[in-house]
């Protein structure tokens, strides 16, 4: 599978829209991947589309303040692929996630691992959702 997928990103590489498939930005540059932060809150709006889909999220602190989110992650179809899918992320569902945060310091974060309510969990990463027993 990582074949064709790699096959397919090479054909477009070559072809005439390679340029802005090249300029796309690096997980690295915009989240520091050695900084996570854990986020458990209400999703309050999912933007299901390409080329990331977004998560939304209220987080509430120890005193109850309430504090808005949002989430990044792969492109549909990775999650689909990974078990990951609009469905499961309905408004009011209560997620955990655990997150890579901006470097800038916005309340932005590229998600890595998101849990349930009921317990199950998916890891998000290196281009794939893949499931995990809780």
């Known amino acids: 599978m990582k074949y064709i997928l790699w096959t397919g990103a090479m ?3 070559l072809s005439g829209a390679a340029a802005p498939a090249l300029a796309h930005h690096s997980l690295q540059s915009e989240y520091d991947i050695n900084q996570s932060i854990t986020l458990k809150g209400t999703v309050t709006k999912v933007d299901w589309v390409n080329p990331h889909v977004y998560v939304y999220l209220d987080v509430k602190d120890d005193k109850g303040a309430v504090t808005k989110w949002a989430v990044t992650t792969l492109p549909p179809g990775n999650l689909r692929r ?3 899918t609009r469905d499961l992320l309905g408004y ?4 955990s996630i655990l997150a890579f945060r901006a470097r800038d310091g916005a309340n932005l974060a590229f ?3 998101i849990t349930f ?3 199950h969990k998916l890891e998000i ?3 794939d959702a893949s499931k995990e027993n809780p």
């Not at 009011?92 to 997620?95: A, F, N, P, Q, S």
């Open 125 to 127: 990463w290196l281009g």
């Open 92 to 95: 009011g569902e209560t997620v």
């Open 111 to 113: 998600l890595r691992t």
């Open 11 to 13: 054909a477009v590489a």
């Open 82 to 84: 990974g078990g990951l």
């Open 117 to 119: 309510a009921d317990g």
